[in-house]
């Protein structure tokens, strides 16, 4: 099984690079975060006709999130059934295997904005529901995998060292981070020797991308029982370099695991 996620910074101007991306990479399954687009509009078409299904979570102009994947999932939530939200920022579904149900959550979790904004406050109230919401969702499911774009950097060696700044990189941002995966998750990308100045995200502006000058704020969070079996973790910079791309870039998890198609 693989799962991939991707913050394709609006699905209506990148949906060719997603469709192109899927065929070069069949993977089982790919999380999309800020659609940038309402619920009418995803075209869920263009994935039916190479294989996949979806389900997704939208909103006009910001956020969104998707599960793009093969079989069709179940007991699907949207939004923080803890936190009264109007931004789209979390979709969870649950997908059946050989070894029992695997629950898949992707979030696009807020950025911040700066650290003495009301936009850092909610992003630390955001993240303190979303622990409380993965306490309950692990206690229901053995298997879960929180995927997605966290905006969070959890150490300094995920930081290019011109980075400015303290937003997604301060201590409570952090702690909070670290508190989700307190509760028995692991960074699948971390489990495995990588290359120094690997990131995920790097800014548009000041040729950020050619210097590396990025961000490893794009992660893959798997369960004890999903540790044992991930055999690899990487991230594809390669739809980083396409005409017009995101500014963030595809990270993915092999885990060997026989889903039930």
């Known amino acids: 099984m693989m799962i991939a996620t991707w913050n394709v910074n609006s699905l209506k101007i990148r949906l060719p690079q997603v469709i192109d991306w899927l065929k070069e990479n069949p993977v089982d399954f790919l999380c999309l975060q800020e659609l940038k687009q309402d619920n009418e509009f995803f075209d869920l078409a263009a994935f039916e006709e190479i294989g996949y299904t979806a389900c997704w979570s939208g909103q006009k102009t910001y956020n969104g999130v998707a599960i793009i994947s093969r079989t069709k999932g179940k007991d699907v939530v949207r939004n923080n059934p803890l936190f009264e939200d109007a931004q789209q920022r979390l979709i969870a579904s649950t997908y059946d295997s050989e070894q029992g149900p695997i629950r898949v959550i992707n979030v696009y979790c807020p950025n911040g904005s700066a650290v003495d904004s009301d936009k850092y406050v909610y992003k630390l109230a955001w993240y303190k529901e979303l622990t409380n919401f993965l306490k309950s969702e ?10 997605g774009d966290f905006n969070i950097a959890p150490e300094d060696r995920d930081v290019h060292e ?8 301060s201590p409570p941002e952090r702690k909070a981070l670290q508190e989700l995966i307190d509760l028995g998750l692991h960074d699948a990308f971390r489990l495995f020797e990588q290359e120094e100045k690997s ?9 950020g991308f050619r210097r590396n000058a990025g961000l490893r704020i794009d992660h893959i969070l798997i369960s004890d029982s999903l540790k044992q079996i991930c055999e690899a973790c990487w ?26 198609t």
């Open 235 to 260: 991230i594809d910079k390669e739809p980083r370099r396409l005409e017009r791309p995101s500014d963030h870039t595809p990270v993915v998890a092999d885990i060997k695991w026989d889903l039930i």
């Open 199 to 207: 990131f995920s995200w790097w800014d548009y502006r000041m040729m």
């Open 162 to 169: 011109g980075y400015k700044g303290d937003i997604l990189i």
């Open 138 to 147: 692990m206690s229901t499911y053995q298997h879960v995998i929180l995927t």
